[in-house]
C-alpha cells in the first residue's frame, strides 16, 4: 500500500532535511517533486494540484523558513495537509436507529459482497444481531454467495421469493428485521461493469424502500483515478454517505485513497487490506497519513494484536517458559497466534521506516514467512503428543516418518528442531542475564 508514493516522499524528506536554511527556490524544487510523486501514486491531478498549492502557501511562510529544523516543519505541513486531504478525522457509519440501515453499491468486482460479509462478521464480533439482504437477483450465485459468508459470519440472512422486485425485497426484508430486534440490516445490492440507467434507477427503489441511513460505495482502490469518476457517479445519482476501499494490500500506488474523499466530499469508513474476513479495517486519516510518510502506525498494530492474539493461550506460554517447561505444542500455539496477525508485509508497514524496505525485499519476506509458517505447523502436526512433549526422543526414523506425514524434507524437520532448540537457550540466556541484572542491583 503506497509503497511508490512512501519512497518518493521519503526521497524528498532526505533532500530537505539537509539543508540548513531553506529558500523559496529549495522549497519550489522539493515540491514539484511531491507533486510528480502524487501523480505518478494515481492521485487526481486536480487533487495533487491543490494540495501542492496548500502546502505551497503554508511552507513560504515566515516561521518556517527561519526555522531552526526548517525541513522539519515541511515534513509536518504535508502531514498536515495529508489528514486534511484523507478527511481530518474517522467517520463511523450512521448508527442512529434500530435496525441500522447499510446499503452496498459498487461496480462488478469492487468487493461489494464480500466486504458486505466482513462488516456482518465484524458487528457479530460485537455482540450485534445482523441481517443480510441479498438485493443482488441478476448475477449469477451472487444469492448463494451470500448466503455462505452469512453463514460464516453467523448472521440472519434474507433471500428473494420468487419474482420478487428488488424494492419489494428490502421493504420485506426491512419489516422482518425490525419484527425480529435486528441491531443492523445490511442491502447487498447488484453491480455493472459500469453504471447505467436501469441500475441507478433499481438502486433509486431500494434506496426509497428501505430507506437506509448509510449508503455506501465499494471502490476497488487498484482501479486509480477510474475510482474517482466512479464514485463521483454514484455520488450524483444515488447520494453517498460513505465509501469503502478495497484492495489496498495490492495496490502499490495508493492514489483512490486520497482522491475519492477530497473529490466527493465522503468519508472513507472502511479499508479491505486481505482475503481474509478478518483483513477489514476502520479507517483513520491520521494513522495512513504517517504510514504513507514512512512513520509507521504503532496505534493500529497494538489493536491488531489485541484483537487476534487469545491473550489466555500466550500467559500460559509465557508461565511454562518461565519455568523451563517449553514444549513444542508451545512453540506450535505461538506459531498460530502470529499467524493471525495477518501477513508480515503488512504489520511491516505499521513499524517506523517500515514502508522504505523495498518492494522486493517484502515479497520475498511475505514468500518466506507463509511457508515457513506452513511448513512449521504441518510439521508439528505430524507428530504424537508425546513428540511434541518431550522433542528429545525423535531420532532419525521419527523425523523421516514426519517429514513423510508433513509433505517435508527430513531437512526441513531438522531445521525446525534447532530453532526450537535455539530459541530454548535463548530463554535460558534472557533469564541468566535478569537474575544478575536483579543481584547487581541489589
Known amino acids: 500500500m503506497f509503497d511508490k508514493l512512501s519512497s518518493s516522499l521519503q526521497k524528498v524528506f ?21 507533486r510528480m510523486a502524487l501523480l505518478e501514486a494515481d492521485v487526481h491531478f ?15 511562510g515566515k516561521e ?28 463511523d457509519f ?16 469492487s468487493g461489494k459482497t464480500t466486504s458486505t460479509g466482513k462488516l456482518a462478521r465484524r458487528w457479530k464480533k460485537d455482540g450485534k444481531h445482523v441481517v443480510l439482504a441479498a438485493c443482488d437477483i441478476r448475477r449469477p450465485a451472487a444469492v448463494d454467495q451470500l448466503r455462505i459468508l452469512a453463514g460464516q459470519a453467523g448472521v440472519d440472512f434474507v433471500a428473494p421469493e420468487p ?55 465499494v471502490l476497488d482502490a487498484a482501479i486509480g483515478q477510474e475510482s474517482v469518476h466512479v464514485a463521483e457517479t454514484f455520488h450524483k445519482e444515488v447520494g453517498l454517505t460513505g465509501l469503502i476501499l478495497t484492495k489496498l494490500d495490492g495496490d502499490a500506488r495508493g492514489g483512490a485513497a486520497l482522491s475519492v474523499q477530497s473529490v466527493t466530499g465522503c468519508p472513507i469508513l472502511m479499508t479491505g487490506v486481505g482475503e481474509r474476513q478478518e483483513d477489514f479495517e476502520p479507517f483513520y486519516p491520521e494513522r495512513m497519513a504517517s504510514r504513507i510518510l514512512g512513520m509507521g502506525d504503532i496505534v493500529s498494530l497494538v489493536e491488531k494484536a489485541q484483537q487476534s492474539i487469545d491473550i489466555e493461550e500466550m500467559a500460559r506460554v509465557e508461565e511454562r517458559l518461565k519455568k523451563d517447561t517449553l514444549d513444542l505444542e508451545d512453540f506450535l500455539i505461538q506459531l498460530q497466534q502470529m499467524k493471525k496477525l495477518g501477513p508480515l508485509e503488512n504489520l511491516l508497514e505499521m513499524l517506523p521506516g517500515g514502508a522504505n524496505v523495498p518492494a522486493h525485499a517484502k515479497a520475498q519476506l511475505a514468500g518466506a514467512s507463509g511457508d515457513t509458517f506452513k511448513k512449521s505447523e504441518a510439521i508439528i502436526q505430524s507428530m504424537t503428543p508425546r513428540e511434541r512433549r518431550r522433542p528429545d526422543i525423535i531420532d532419525a526414523s521419527r523425523r523421516r ?6 509433505g517435508t524434507a527430513v531437512s526441513d524437520v531438522n531445521e525446525l528442531l534447532k530453532n526450537f532448540e535455539r530459541a530454548k537457550k ?11 541484572l536483579l543481584r547487581f542491583g541489589k
Open 46 to 60: 486536480q487533487v495533487a494540484k491543490d494540495f501542492v498549492a496548500r502546502v505551497k502557501e503554508k511552507c513560504l
Open 163 to 217: 419474482n420478487e422486485s428488488v424494492p419489494a425485497l428490502g421493504k420485506r426484508a426491512l419489516s422482518w428485521a425490525s419484527h425480529i430486534g435486528a441491531d443492523f440490516i445490511i442491502y447487498d445490492t447488484g453491480g455493472r461493469f459500469q453504471l447505467d440507467t436501469e441500475l441507478v434507477g433499481e438502486l433509486k427503489e431500494l434506496r426509497d424502500a428501505a430507506r437506509p441511513r448509510n449508503v455506501v460505495l
Open 426 to 436: 535463548m530463554t535460558q540466556q534472557l533469564k541468566k542475564a535478569q537474575k544478575r
Open 94 to 109: 450512521d448508527l442512529s436507529g434500530r435496525p441500522v440501515g447499510i446499503m452496498m453499491l459498487g461496480l462488478h468486482g
Open 64 to 91: 518556517v523558513l527561519e526555522s531552526i529544523t526548517p525541513g522539519q516543519q515541511v515534513i509536518k505541513i504535508v502531514n498536515d495537509e495529508l489528514v486534511a486531504l484523507l478527511g481530518s478525522n474517522r467517520k
Open 14 to 34: 532526505k533532500n530537505l532535511r539537509g539543508y540548513g536554511k531553506l529558500s523559496e527556490s529549495n522549497i519550489q524544487d522539493a515540491l514539484r517533486e511531491v
Open 401 to 406: 516418518r514426519i517429514a513423510q506425514g508433513s
